[in-house]
């Protein structure tokens, strides 16, 4: 098996695009997120994308193979909501291992198929884990500053269980995505090194923030080179950027990146912002247009979508991305700028 590490340094890897906006394509049922494992639960689970990897994992199979076919490298599990902190509002905090376990599974599955068919690009899992629905940096009350939903110590132990589902499933890396507040992405790094120390292993991490408006700060303040310098203590196969963002407003957070990560570099931004109905407008072609200009510059190593993107847009940037060398990895020390 190729190793990614070596993969990256040749040339730029295509991650694939928006789950959430395939399954809605299909126009779900309450029956589809029950189907052989919830009938009987007591509370309404449509709208609980994650479940799907147990209740229609044909679904999911199928939209993977979607962007695998378009040209994408590696594909995201279906488990950016599959902790016990997020799964805790459908009451389903004990499916949590299985969720990860079978969503990490199905994209072995379908990477495995296409790896076959092609040994020269090998396909990769990415064991997806998203920021929770609490923040353990913010309070939930005005009124009360000091207030926290959550501690640090229970997003560890929280991670730690989705992470372990991901990797007994297949996973080849872990990415650690949308993060709006640092210290749970600490707190997940912090569970992912215990399973590391504990079963002698070591995967690729990918670390993805969210930049939420064009101050250049994450939800709890953070500039971009705060938040690189919060995450750098762990050996990382890339950081960089998701969510939040169209592209062409991503561009000055990712040249900062470039111009101070010992890492690789990743961008999978939004199909343009959402309209007034919470759609995305951006065609693969629009799209396509602003990525070309982080590609020209060398800013990437990884590229591929986030909300709105779909296996039309991810084709576009596939091609693209043949067409330019990766982004120079300077391995080393963070170079902060004086």
């Not at 040994?119 to 353990?136: Q, W």
């Not at 991670?159 to 949308?178: H, N, P, R, Y």
């Not at 990743?266 to 343009?272: E, I, Q, R, V, Y």
């Not at 200009?293 to 800013?299: C, I, K, R, V, W």
Request: charged share 25%; with cysteine; net charge negative.
């Amino acid at each position: 098996m190729n190793k990614i590490e070596e993969i990256l340094q040749k040339r730029i890897l295509v991650l694939d695009g928006a789950m959430g906006t395939m399954i809605q394509r299909y126009g779900l049922t309450e029956d589809d997120f029950r189907k052989g494992w919830f009938e009987n639960h007591p509370h309404k689970l449509k709208g609980d994308n994650d479940i799907l990897v147990l209740t229609r994992p044909d679904i999911i199979k199928e939209i993977h193979a979607q962007y695998l076919e378009a040209g994408a490298d590696i594909i995201e599990t279906n488990t950016f909501g599959a902790t016990t902190v997020a799964q805790a509002d459908y009451g389903l905090e004990s499916a949590v291992y299985d969720i990860n376990f079978h969503g990490a599974k199905i994209a072995r599955e379908v990477c495995d198929e296409f790896t076959a068919k092609n040994p020269d690009k090998p396909r990769f899992v990415a064991g997806s884990i998203g920021p929770t629905t609490k923040l353990a940096s913010m309070s939930p009350d005005v009124n009360d500053a000091g207030l926290r939903s959550i501690t640090f110590n229970e997003l560890v132990v929280a991670f730690k269980q989705q992470a372990e589902g991901l990797i007994d499933g297949g996973s080849d890396i872990l990415l650690v995505e949308t993060i709006t507040d640092t210290l749970n992405a600490k707190a997940c790094l912090f569970a992912i090194d215990e399973i590391f120390e504990e079963r002698g292993i070591r995967l690729p991490i990918m670390v993805s923030g969210t930049i939420t408006d064009q101050s250049g700060r994450t939800l709890t303040g953070q500039t971009t080179e705060a938040f690189l310098v919060s995450v750098s203590h762990i050996p990382l196969l890339s950081i960089g950027l998701n969510c939040a963002l169209g592209a062409s407003m991503m561009r000055p957070y990712l040249q900062i990146l470039d111009r101070e990560a010992p890492f690789g570099v990743s961008a999978h931004p939004n199909a343009g912002l959402p309209n007034e109905f919470g759609q995305y407008d951006e065609t693969p072609e629009m799209m396509g247009e602003q990525i070309k200009a982080f590609l020209d510059e060398g800013l990437i190593n990884i590229i591929g979508g986030c909300c709105g993107t779909t296996p039309e847009h991810i084709k576009v940037i596939a091609d693209l991305a043949k067409q330019y060398e990766p982004r120079k990895i300077k391995n080393g020390e963070l170079k902060m700028e004086k």
